[in-house]
C-alpha cells in the first residue's frame, strides 16, 4: 500500500504562483509513476502532469509550457510547479501513484487551487 499526501495548494491571483507537494510512503518511490490530476466543480477529472519512473515527463495542452512536475526519489516527494496561473486552473489536485509493479493506482487525498481575476 502507497499512502500519498498532497499540500501547497490555496488561493492565488490569476498570474501567480504555486508549488503542490506529494510526500509518498514507503521505499520504493523510485519504481513509481507519478501523476497529477484536477478536477474542477461540474467538470470531470483530467490528466495534468506525469512524471515517469525514469524521469520522463507529459503534460495536459492546457498547462503546456506553465506546469512542470518534478521528483526527488531521495525525499519521496514529487512536485508540481504552476506557473501563470489562470482561473481556469482552480481545481482541487489530486497527486496519484502508479506501480510498475503491479495495477493498483493509489491516491491523495487532493489539495484545493483557487485562482481568482
Known amino acids: 500500500q502507497v499512502q500519498l499526501v498532497e499540500s501547497g495548494g490555496g488561493l492565488v491571483q490569476a498570474g501567480g504562483s504555486l508549488r503542490l507537494s506529494c510526500a509518498a510512503s514507503?521505499?520504493?518511490?523510485?519504481?513509481?509513476?507519478m501523476r497529477w490530476y484536477r478536477q474542477a466543480p461540474g467538470k470531470e477529472r483530467e490528466l495534468v502532469a506525469g512524471?515517469?519512473?525514469?524521469?520522463?515527463?507529459n503534460y495536459a495542452d492546457s498547462v503546456k509550457g506553465r506546469f512542470t512536475v518534478s521528483r526527488d526519489n531521495a525525499k519521496n516527494l514529487v512536485y508540481l510547479q504552476m506557473n501563470s496561473l489562470k482561473p481556469e486552473d482552480t481545481a482541487i489536485y489530486y497527486c496519484?501513484?502508479?506501480?510498475?509493479?503491479?495495477?493498483?493506482?493509489?491516491w491523495g487525498q487532493g489539495t484545493q487551487v483557487a485562482v481568482s481575476s
Open positions: 512524471i515517469g519512473s525514469g524521469g520522463t515527463t
Open positions: 514507503g521505499s520504493t518511490f523510485s519504481m513509481l509513476a
Open positions: 496519484s501513484a502508479w506501480p510498475i509493479w503491479e495495477t493498483s493506482n493509489y
